[in-house]
């Protein structure tokens, strides 16, 4: 008896200590965030003395004709480069994952490629490519540049999700009189659509958050906000910039929200299923 209480002692040791070690972990990394939210209803203009409760910043926020202008940049930009990434990055993932080619391997791994390479080597590579092409720098050049990196990150999460399927669902539907393009449409994408979602999702906010490459490429007229927030932020950090940060974080939640519903909702996605194919 004494042996079995020592172990548990000992189990319930180690369970605490792992506890208090995720809570600590936990805490390391959102107090940053949640000490960004409190002050950004700081009345004070200085962001290290409270002031009392305020709205005024946000107020302000709203009333930056160039602060909106960047966020419809920024809008602008994520939206095409999430639709462009998104199918280039799915048909990349479709043709790695269900065919075999001679240098698959070497596919795979120039897929890795913008993913491993540093931000500000990606950025002046992309500079030089538009500065030899005479390419005017401007949204569509940020736009591309966004996708050029963005593409694997759609891949690798669609290729995770076709990692599942089951493929006795398509030579179900073949055997049942289905072509090509209805199994690909009615068994294949309904299956995958959380993997293309989260994907999507994720090249939306991978170019939201870019500030380097942004940087490199972009032209006049085509400044986005983490670029509006940079010049801002030379200035002096104001609440202003706490409240603009603290939206972005309510719209990260909200996405991520979003995804996980679509995942979790049988009629989006989650459990493989064949749409009627007659």
Do not use: C
């Amino acid at each position: 008896m004494s042996d079995l209480g020592h172990q548990n002692d000992l189990a319930f040791g180690r369970g605490f200590t792992v506890r208090i070690i995720t809570i600590g972990g936990l805490f390391f990394l959102y107090i940053p965030i949640i000490i960004l939210i409190i002050f950004s209803f700081n009345a004070s203009r200085f962001s290290s003395q409270w002031g009392g409760f305020s709205l005024k910043w946000y107020v302000t926020m709203i009333q930056d004709g160039a602060l909106w202008s960047a966020i419809r940049n920024t809008l602008i930009i994520a939206i095409s480069n999430a639709v462009l990434s998104t199918i280039l990055g799915t048909l990349a993932a479709l043709a790695l994952s269900r065919h075999r080619y001679r240098f698959s391997g070497l596919y795979h791994k120039v897929l890795h490629m913008p993913i491993i390479i540093p931000d500000i080597v990606q950025a002046v590579s992309l500079l030089m490519l538009f500065v030899f092409f005479n390419f005017t720098l401007g949204l569509v050049s940020v736009i591309l540049a966004h996708a050029s990196f963005s593409i694997s990150f759609v891949a690798l999460v669609v290729m995770a999700r076709l990692a599942g399927f089951d493929n006795r669902l398509e030579e179900a539907a073949m055997d049942l009189g289905a072509n090509r393009w209805q199994v690909f449409q009615k068994v294949i994408l309904p299956n995958i659509f959380p993997g293309i979602l989260a994907g999507a999702l994720l090249a939306f906010t991978l170019s939201i958050d870019d500030f380097v490459i942004t940087f490199f490429t972009t032209g006049v007229g085509s400044t986005t906000l983490p670029l509006k927030i940079y010049s801002m932020i030379k200035f002096g950090i104001t609440p202003e910039i706490n409240a603009i940060s603290t939206l972005l974080v309510v719209f990260s939640i909200a996405a991520v929200s979003a995804i996980h519903f679509f995942e979790k909702n049988p009629k989006t996605g989650g459990k493989a299923h064949v749409k009627n194919i007659t």
